[in-house]
């Protein structure tokens, strides 16, 4: 199994690009964000539980993702592998995923990050808050704190990648189809 990290601050593009990526290396595409947003719109008790963090741009706790991961791994055998987005977010969700594949003889196979500015995530955020109604895309103190809380906790795990020579970085500017081919690119 190949395990594809898409990586990168919010509205970078991971979800747009994840559809052509998981298409072309027959991926199942795994989104933390997409899961809880189901969870929230059937009204389970996770559901409930996640929707004020994020509607407040924090996250969630670790162990939470962690099980939702482990049972979408376990969900979907009939594929070449997976690609993460949105996951793994904090240092301990990247080490989680290491112990949960080290226990199958199986690792990370690629981390490809998608770099923007600050400036173009607002810009790329309430244009899509416009379209797709996300309660944490309306308001840009929420934003604001997204992008802190990515940059507090989500960017130390490139470091973690690095070292393990299994991180590159894209630019994430120009179109869709620019961004698509850099990273086809990257991927090989
Ligand atoms: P999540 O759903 O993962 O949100 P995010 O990381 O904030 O990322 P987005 O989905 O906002 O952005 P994206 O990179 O997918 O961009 P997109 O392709 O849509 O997480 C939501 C929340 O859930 C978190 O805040 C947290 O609370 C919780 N959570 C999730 N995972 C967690 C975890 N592991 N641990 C703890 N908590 C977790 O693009 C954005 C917009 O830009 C779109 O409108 C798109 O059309 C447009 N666009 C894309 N590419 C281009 C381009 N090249 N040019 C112009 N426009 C473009
Ligand atoms: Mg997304």
């Known amino acids: 199994m190949k395990y594809y990290i898409i990586f990168g601050p919010p509205g970078a593009g991971k979800g747009t690009q994840a559809s052509a990526i998981s298409q072309k290396y027959n991926l199942k595409h795994i989104s933390t964000g997409e899961l809880l947003r189901k969870e929230m719109a059937e009204g389970t008790e996770l559901g409930k539980k996640a929707s004020e963090l994020i509607d407040a741009g924090c996250l ?8 939702m991961i482990e049972a979408e791994f376990a969900r979907n055998r009939d594929v070449d592998g997976f690609l993460l987005d949105g996951y793994p977010r904090t240092l301990a969700q ?31 955020i ?17 934003i604001a704190n997204r992008i802190a809380t990515y940059h507090k906790k989500t960017e130390p795990i490139i470091s973690f990648y690095k070292a393990a020579g299994k991180y590159s970085e894209v630019d994430g500017l120009g179109t869709v189809e620019e961004v698509r081919e850099r990273i086809f690119g990257v991927l090989g």
Request: proline share 4%.
């Open 94 to 124: 990247a080490e989680s995923l290491e112990q949960l594949l080290g226990k199958r003889q199986e690792c990370v196979t690629a981390v490809v990050s998608l770099i923007i500015p600050d400036g173009t995530i607002y810009e790329r």
């Open 126 to 142: 309430r244009h899509r808050a416009g379209i797709e109604g996300r309660e944490d895309d309306c308001k840009d103190e929420v």
């Open 60 to 67: 969630v706790p670790d162990e939470v993702v962690e099980g």
